[in-house]
């Protein structure tokens, strides 16, 4: 039988890049993990595919527990140049076999390298920030400016100004590496300062642990809350006792909602991964309602005889009944009270037909977990459409729960949809919860920040030009005011 110990002590975590933190260190070894520290700046591309070679083999000995990747502006730039192209394209591709997260500068992953002036309030180029350092110099005396080891104000503008300056004539070179770096499957995680570095690799380093590789946020009330509980339980039963995997679901509640933590060894431990177990899990409880006699070979092949097969099938089958009728009384019990609130034509066309579909379609987790409202979502989108605040409200507290979402977040929401993969915009969709949640820690909420932001460069980057047409700058900005709000 499956196992929980998720341990991965004496595992090797390497470190790319200059990221030195005394504190994560010291995190690293507490929690038992070796740790290697490699530079990416200022080597060969032959370096790099040394470190590729290395990774590939502390991952096919089992013996790599993750892969952190520290990709400040210098490096972003260095590794841009076109003789690293294929280095860093195999280095992305190994990475995607492993668990790793890279960081790199909000602004430089939208492809802006330009110096931020605090107090003119805009961005400058290479010709004005070094204009700037030439105003500095001649004001005032220069040691005021510069300290004794060369790293004050003017050197690092003037260091800035090289970076700036390389970042122009290296255009098409950006946009390559940025394309190429969002095609891949590693995660990455935009930050605004190092602290922000800081506290997501002691966040990673927690998961990592605890062999967390989801967190979902369900607010209090939403829609198919409880068929999402029910859901997770079973599927945790099958795959503990039919596939022997290590897999629990834990929960934590919160003031607004409750947060599900999925925890697993390497063979699920990845929102791919989970997808198809999902699709597995499907296939199965549909066996053990339309064909028990194939469901006791399955059992049979786990090591469990015919006649303790038996009474399992008919729980799994009892389950998966429940969970259907429980689906459709939650529709029914949502549409009646729509109905008592409006005039019955609102949604009259969500009747036999919603029903019909609820019934007949398997108990899928995309259903349960995104708090996707099938067919009735059409015809919200069409009240809502008509204008009318009041009964906008009134539908997305019945359907939503105790989260209202407004312009921005319906437009975030159809980008999830339009862009994410099916458990990937289950994803975000719950970290915009969690923005939205003011009971939420700032900590959760930087994470739920970075993890969006992320996707909407990538879904700007593979829209070019029409990027501005969806507002990702706009939105960005919107997730940020988030932050901020009490």
Known sequence: MATDNFTTAKKTIVI??????????????????????RRLFRVLPMTWKKRIVEIKKLRSSDELAAVIVYLPTPVFLYGCKTEFTEA??????????CHAILFAYEENLQGEF???DKNAGQFLNADELEEKIEKLCMAKDYDEYDDEYGYGLV?????????????????????????????????VC?????????????????????????????PTNRWQADQLASFLRTFERYLRQIEQKSFVVDTRQTDNGVIYLFRAEKAIASMQELEKAVDRF???MRLCRDDPD???????????????????????????????????HEFEYKSLLLRQRFEAGLIENTNAASLQNIESGAASVALCLSGNTGPISINVNKIVSNGDVSIQNEVSRIINGDITYNEQDQRLLQLFESYASRLESVQLRSGLDQLKDTSTPDKTKKTARQRIVSFLYRVGTKLGKNATDVGIKALSAYLESLMNSP
């Open 16 to 37: 790319l890049g200059d990221f030195i933190h005394e504190g994560i260190e010291t995190s690293i070894r507490s929690l038992g993990f070796r740790h290697i520290k």
């Open 282 to 284: 499907d296939q199965f």
């Open 114 to 116: 330009r110096y931020f």
């Open 294 to 328: 194939e469901a006791t070979g399955v059992f049979k092949s786990v090591g469990i005889d015919a006649m303790d097969a038996g009474y399992l099938i008919s729980r799994y089958s009892k389950d998966y009944q429940r969970l259907l009728l429980d689906t459709r």
């Open 155 to 187: 050197s690092r503008l003037r260091l800035t100004a090289e970076q700036v300056r390389d970042a122009e004539k290296s255009p098409g070179e950006i946009r390559n590496f940025l394309r190429v770096l969002y095609g891949s499957e590693i995660q």
């Open 88 to 97: 860093w394209k195999a280095l992305l591709s190994e990475l995607g076999e």
């Open 190 to 218: 935009p930050f605004k300062a190092r602290a922000d570095v800081t506290l997501r690799i002691e966040e990673f380093l927690e998961e990592l642990e605890g062999g967390v590789f989801l967190r979902l946020y369900v």
